[in-house]
């Protein structure tokens, strides 16, 4: 049954791509391992494209990229640290099909969502100054622009996708990366799109209902319909995804360029009576600072998704660096702007008072064009979900690659080449938490936990420097960048708990730490309970999916 399933999937497979460049006994080998149930994962690297085991136990095809003179990654060389898994003559593969453009407009896309829309009045109302608050929009970008910078480094040393789990393999092991795979799996990525979701359905019901709020029911069926459409658009085609991401990116910069000019013209008029002392407010406490830095953070939180994509980014060595020093500068400078433009048109209390920032700002500047603003929310903040989908999929699908979640969602679909089980895993939880949450309890614990990962990340950069001095590194930052970022990081942890504990800090700790709970028996025993094998198969028959033809590797 499985062998002829396995022979179906890969003659349609075959037909979809041009198989030339196989050998006979290649195609062989992947029709008769389509589903890697029945044989256990070291089998399959080396039944797959005449992989071998090295003597460290990793798994991979017998190449420069799997050879390393010395295990402990202090003395050797190897070409990369890249996982085969994204090889171009693999018969099923994710393709390199991200380019520089493409690559700014998932930064640029996923950074400017709805927090620019929201966040402006939040920073004013926990630093009390809009000094203050001004600065700590430029120190977001700037602390952004460093953790990138980093991650710039990670991301062209191992190609591989999957960020920071990636990552935490290469510097830390295997349960440090599933205690990042378990928790930004199940919690931080699909609530991060469960919070922008929710605020593109409140601006949209919005335009359409006059003077009272919309209702919660109609808000959340709304966010839920922009899941499936996100969702849908990502399972039927990479092309189609980056297709929307740069059509909305550039739309959503045409919004803040109309933002900016209109702030513009106000201060030519003389409105600059808000921006004068703009210091005048009391001294915000160390805590408060924080807590003001999750709320500006989270407007420019996207700056590490290009790294969840690298297996399909073209020349990633090159245009992943690039990607960043262009992206991140230009959305700094646009959150600059348009915060003094909102200040030539309101003052502070008129902004803290506002629910939609940018809805009032419309309504003075823009008169019968009022209506461009919602609409430029909404652009927004569904260019930012889409996004925020494509990469959290590649996470699932890396992980799952290397048995650390289930098998089914490193799958891939055997025409389209889209990893549709990990969209559609992370879409239900992303749906379960819009009709469960709030966009406020989400935020807070997402922040917390997310600058927890971030600072181990930095970790993972400085050790490398030490345990692996000789990996190649196309792009390397100064050593300082990542430990300035990690001691921030770890002020930004760390201070809130300090100025007002809460049970909700313990209670992320400990989520963090119950994947143990599956990570012993499921990943490190290696246990696999019978009944996963006709699981795997039926989901794999319903979504016409295979995995792709070679196993990660790594140390």
């Not at 600059?336 to 048109?345: E, G, P, T």
Request: hydrophobic share 50%.
């Amino acid at each position: 049954m499985r062998d002829s399933i396995s022979q179906i999937f890969s003659s349609a497979a075959s037909q979809h791509h041009d198989c030339r460049k196989h050998s006979s006994d290649s195609d062989a080998s992947f029709a008769g391992h389509v589903s890697i149930n029945d044989v256990s994962k070291a089998n399959w690297g080396s039944q797959i494209g005449g992989g071998s085991k090295d003597p460290n136990g990793n798994i991979g095809r017998e190449s420069s990229e799997a050879a390393e003179t010395d295990s402990s990654g202090t003395g050797g060389m190897r070409d990369s640290l890249e996982g085969p898994g994204s090889a171009q003559n693999d018969l099923i593969h994710l393709k390199r099909r991200v380019g520089l453009f493409s690559g700014v407009a998932l930064i640029v896309g996923t950074m400017i969502g709805s927090g620019i829309f929201v966040s402006p009045s939040g920073l004013l109302v926990r630093t009390g100054s809009v000094g203050v608050s001004f600065i700590i929009w430029m120190a977001c970008g700037l602390l952004s622009l460093l953790g990138a910078l980093a991650y710039a480094e990670l991301g062209t040393m191992n190609t591989s996708s999957g960020a920071e789990w990636a990552y935490f393999m290469d510097a830390f092991g295997a349960w440090p990366a599933f205690l990042f795979s378990w928790v930004s799996t199940l919690v931080l990525k699909p609530s991060q799109m469960a919070i922008i979701c929710l605020s593109f359905a409140q601006y949209a019901v919005e335009a359409f209902v006059a003077e009272c709020d919309p209702p919660l029911t109609v808000v959340k069926m709304v966010a839920l319909l922009a899941i499936v459409c996100i969702l849908f658009v990502n399972c039927y085609s990479v092309n189609l995804g980056m297709a929307v991401q740069n059509i909305f990116t550039s739309a959503k910069l045409i919004a803040v360029l109309i933002v900016i000019c209109g702030g513009a013209y106000k201060l030519l008029q003389g409105n600059t009576q808000h921006l004068q002392n703009a210091f005048s407010g009391p001294t915000p406490s160390l805590g408060a600072i924080a807590t003001a830095f999750y709320t500006g953070l989270w407007a420019y939180d996207g700056w590490n998704n290009l790294n969840y994509v690298t297996e399909e980014i073209q020349n990633p060595s090159k245009n992943l660096p690039r990607s960043i020093i262009i992206g991140i500068p230009l959305v700094t400078l646009c959150y600059a702007l348009i915060n003094v433009s909102y200040l030539s048109a309101m003052s502070a209390t008129e902004m803290i008072e506002s629910e939609a920032v940018a809805v009032t700002f419309g309504n003075r500047i823009l008169g019968a064009l009022a209506w461009l603003m919602p609409l430029s929310v909404t652009i927004s903040t569904f260019g930012s979900a889409n996004g925020t989908l494509f990469a959290a999929g590649r996470l699932c699908f890396a992980a799952s690659r290397e048995g650390h979640l289930l098998d089914i969602l490193s799958y891939v679909h055997v025409r389209r080449l889209t990893p549709a089980p990990g969209l559609l895993f992370h879409s239900l939880i992303a749906s379960a938490m819009v009709l469960y949450g709030t966009i406020d309890s989400l935020i807070d614990f997402f922040s917390f936990t997310a600058w927890i990962f971030y600072g181990c990340a930095m970790l993972a950069l400085i050790v490398m420097r030490y345990t692996k001095p000789n990996y190649p590194r196309p792009y390397k930052v100064p050593l300082i960048i990542p430990i300035v970022v990690m001691v921030i990081s770890s002020y930004l942890v760390v201070a809130p708990i300090i100025e007002k504990p809460q049970i909700e800090y313990l209670y992320a700790v400990l989520f963090i730490f119950a994947g143990l709970i599956f990570y012993v028996p499921f990943v490190h025993w290696g246990y696999h309970p019978k009944f996963m094998d006709n699981f795997t198969l039926f989901f794999q028959m319903l979504f016409e999916v295979v995995p792709t033809t070679s196993m990660a590797m790594f140390d």
